[in-house]
């Protein structure tokens, strides 16, 4: 689980990736919607810590 922080907004969220074997690669490479102003951002340049 990652600690991920929003660049607009700055509020911090929760991220659970999905498990390895489903097929999913790197998770660094995924977008996020922010759930408080639903701006996307990259997950790799926000993560605060991994949980």
Known sequence: MLLLEC????N???YQPAKAG???GDVFKK???C????FS???NKS?????
């Not at 660049?7 to 700055?10: G, L, N, Q, T, Y």
């Not at 759930?35 to 639903?38: F, R």
């Not at 993560?47 to 949980?51: M, N, S």
């Open 7 to 10: 660049p607009r907004c700055h």
């Open 12 to 14: 911090r969220m929760k």
């Open 22 to 24: 489903s097929g999913d």
């Open 31 to 33: 977008v996020k919607k």
């Open 35 to 38: 759930v408080y102003c639903n």
């Open 41 to 43: 951002f990259n997950v």
């Open 47 to 51: 993560v605060v810590q991994k949980l």
